[in-house]
């Protein structure tokens, strides 16, 4: 079975303390790996795709990463503006079409 | 520029009464789908739709319906709502099958 897991759970920073978000897949054959951000009350909002083993992308304060088993998501100085919950996704070959397999994901506070 | 738009955003239904949600997107994509999110659980597939008078079931589609008429529209229906359903329901909509999915703000479902 497909399975998405994100660690931790929960963070919290102090406004500069940089950290890294995890997200390690078990899945039959991976087509992407995506990234999202998502705040109170709002639908996920579309950070980062990665499509193979050592793409790296960056957006601002975050970098995500992807190796063969997992993916982190690298946030550099955060500011209280990036506290939000991040969800990590996988779609996979084989699955239904275009769907996303989501982790329950990280809830990030960051404190001035 | 809307995106994803979803109507209605909050709704109190009693046990066995029906309703239909309904999303619209104005970014001329051919995927579209519908997710439930409840707490723990991350996103999880209800529906799907790969172009204009298609469908699909998903990972969780006992209870629901959905139509695509419109390659803009897709609505899910719920015939006789039960506790069960509660949760927050999400649109998401992708140019094709290994595109990312842009989200709706949701709708927040309850049944009582």
């Known amino acids: 079975e497909d399975q998405v897991t994100q660690s931790p759970e929960a963070l919290r920073l102090q406004e500069g303390e940089s950290s890294s978000l995890n997200c390690s897949y078990t899945v039959s054959g991976l087509r992407g790996l995506f990234w999202y951000r998502q705040d109170p009350g709002k639908g996920p909002e579309f950070l980062f795709t990665?499509?193979?083993a050592g793409e790296e992308k960056e957006k601002e304060r975050l970098k995500a990463t992807l190796t063969k088993k997992e993916s982190f998501l690298h946030i550099t100085a955060p500011k209280p503006e990036d506290s939000a919950t991040y969800l990590c996704a996988v779609r996979v070959y084989g699955g239904s079409q275009g769907n996303l397999i989501f982790g329950k994901g990280t809830k990030l506070s960051v404190k001035p | 520029n809307a995106g994803v738009t979803q109507t209605p955003k909050f709704r109190v239904l009693k046990t066995g009464q029906s309703m239909t949600l309904l999303c619209a997107q104005d970014?001329?994509?051919?995927?579209m789908y519908w997710y439930r999110q409840d707490p723990g659980m991350g996103l999880r597939l209800i529906h799907y739709?790969?172009?204009?008078?298609?469908?699909a079931k998903g990972e969780v589609p006992d209870g629901y319906n959905v139509s695509r008429l419109k390659k803009q529209n897709f609505l899910l229906g719920l015939e006789s709502a039960a506790p069960s359903q509660t949760s927050v329901y999400f649109c998401?909509?992708?140019?094709?099958?290994?595109?990312?999915?842009?989200f709706g703000n949701g709708t927040r479902l309850t049944v009582t």
């Open positions: 970014m001329n994509h051919e995927y």
């Open positions: 998401a909509s992708s140019y094709q099958g290994n595109s990312p999915l842009h």
């Open positions: 739709s790969v172009g204009e008078g298609t469908t």
């Open positions: 990665l499509y193979s």
